[in-house]
Each structure stands twice: as structure tokens, then as C-alpha cells.
């Protein structure tokens, strides 16, 4: 049985689901003897060139390694898109994707914290990343006045604090961000100057829900499913 669009998750012995299930009937849940996550669908944007990138606001630009030493010698991961070198707002815009079914986003990224390269952002509500985003008619270009903002990807921290290395920082997504023409944008407020609170980001996905591949389940009907209540299970006696 292939399954497609998960509801809240699953165990070895149990899954709930509330979409359709083979096109056969929609399910509450489904119990089976064992399931195989498959891959999980995705778009995104490799931040190691510009490729992707609609505008390129205040402070951000596509930089060359840096030394990954003091809090202005840049980050040592390569080429990135930096937040840095200029005071003020800074963002950078994504070219629209279509993000029917996406649900969460990942930002491969590093934050400074003083000794990487980089000058901590420690201003909570002001220096954290965040992202936004806007839905507009096929073709049209965003209005700089219409974002709507979800909330922060990377959060401030104190002064020297933080791993300061790469990691994947994931955030789940409403699904008011589902269309076919969306921009999605990383934000960041404020700053203390050019020599303050920067960032490297060397990727950006939009990922949706993993598809499951149920081995056996245990009781029920395939297509002959009786109506339930949003209390009760369906099951099915066989599978595809």
C-alpha cells in the first residue's frame, strides 16, 4: 500500500493519517505490520550562487570564504550568501516556487559567534533570521509592502554563544503558504552596524511530506470502508 500525505505520524504498530489513501477512501488511520519512509519531496535553492536569488536586498550578497577567524574575517564554509557589511534591514528574496504540499522549510546555515568569522547577533527580536513570504498571480512580482511574516528561522543568542558551525536549522510552515506562485524571503531586522550580527547560508529547502510504503496491515476493507467517525480507525484487510 502506498500512502502519500501523513497526518501526525507514526510508530512501529500504528499510523493516523487524514488524507486519501491509494485514491481508494479517506482514513482516519491505518494500523500495518511495517512501514518504509520514502523520500521526502522538495525545492530549494543553493545559496552558493545566485541562481535562485529574485533581489538581493540591504546587506546580503554571494562571498567568497572567509578566514572563519575573529568576528569579521568571514565564515570559513566556502562560498555563501552572507548577511553582513551593511547596517540596516537586511534580506534576501527567492525566486517563486510552487509550494503546494510543502510544510516546513531547512536553512543549511551558520550563525557568527564571535570567533567564526562572524559578530554574534544577540538582540533577540531584532537580529534573529527570519522568513516571510507573499503569494502573488503567476508572473507578478512581489509587493515589498504585502509580506507576511511566519517567524524566526535562526534565533539571536547571547554574546559568544552558539555552536558557530553549519547546521540545518528546520522550521515548520503554515499551510497558508501553500500556492503556485510563492516568494519566500529571509529577513533580518536590525543590526548593530557592518561589523555586527552576521550570518552564512549555504542552502535553502522547502520540503513537503515523506510518502510511506506499508508492507502488510492487519484488518479492515480496501474500498469497501464503512463511514466512521473522526474518533474511530479505518482498516483494511489487504494491501496493494
Same mark, same amino acid.
Request: aromatic fraction near 20%.
Given at each position: 500500500m502506498y500512502i502519500q500525505n501523513p497526518g501526525v505520524g507514526y510508530d512501529t504498530n500504528r499510523v493516523f493519517f487524514y488524507k486519501q489513501v491509494s485514491g481508494e477512501v479517506e482514513a482516519e488511520g491505518v494500523e500495518y505490520t511495517y512501514v518504509t519512509e520514502n523520500s521526502i519531496s522538495s525545492v530549494g535553492f543553493d545559496t552558493t550562487n545566485s541562481d535562485g536569488i529574485y533581489e538581493f536586498g540591504n546587506g546580503t550578497a554571494i562571498v567568497n570564504s572567509g578566514t572563519g577567524t575573529g568576528s569579521t574575517g568571514g565564515f570559513n564554509i566556502g562560498t555563501h550568501l552572507?548577511?553582513?557589511?551593511n547596517s540596516g534591514t537586511r534580506f534576501v528574496t527567492f525566486d517563486p516556487i510552487d509550494s503546494r504540499g510543502v510544510n516546513s522549510v531547512r536553512v543549511y546555515a551558520v550563525r557568527g559567534n564571535g570567533s567564526n568569522g562572524g559578530e554574534t547577533p544577540d538582540v533577540a527580536g531584532q537580529e534573529d533570521l527570519r522568513i516571510q513570504y507573499q503569494s502573488t498571480a503567476n508572473g507578478a512580482a512581489p509587493d515589498s509592502n504585502s509580506w507576511v511574516d511566519l517567524g524566526i528561522v535562526i534565533e539571536a543568542v547571547n554574546n559568544g554563544e552558539g555552536t558557530g558551525v553549519l547546521d540545518n536549522y528546520d522550521f515548520n510552515l503554515p499551510s497558508a503558504v501553500q500556492g503556485e506562485h510563492v516568494y519566500f524571503r529571509l529577513y533580518q531586522e536590525d543590526n548593530s552596524g557592518a561589523d555586527y550580527d552576521h550570518y552564512g547560508i549555504l542552502s535553502i529547502s522547502f520540503l513537503g511530506y515523506p510518502t #510511506?510504503?506499508?508492507?502488510?496491515?492487519?484488518?479492515g476493507a480496501v474500498g469497501t470502508a464503512r463511514s466512521?467517525? /473522526? /474518533?474511530?480507525?479505518? #482498516?483494511?484487510?489487504? #494491501?496493494?
Open positions: 552572507r548577511f553582513g557589511d #510511506y510504503t506499508l508492507d502488510g496491515c492487519t484488518r466512521h467517525t /473522526s /474518533s474511530d480507525l479505518v #482498516y483494511f484487510d489487504s #494491501y496493494l
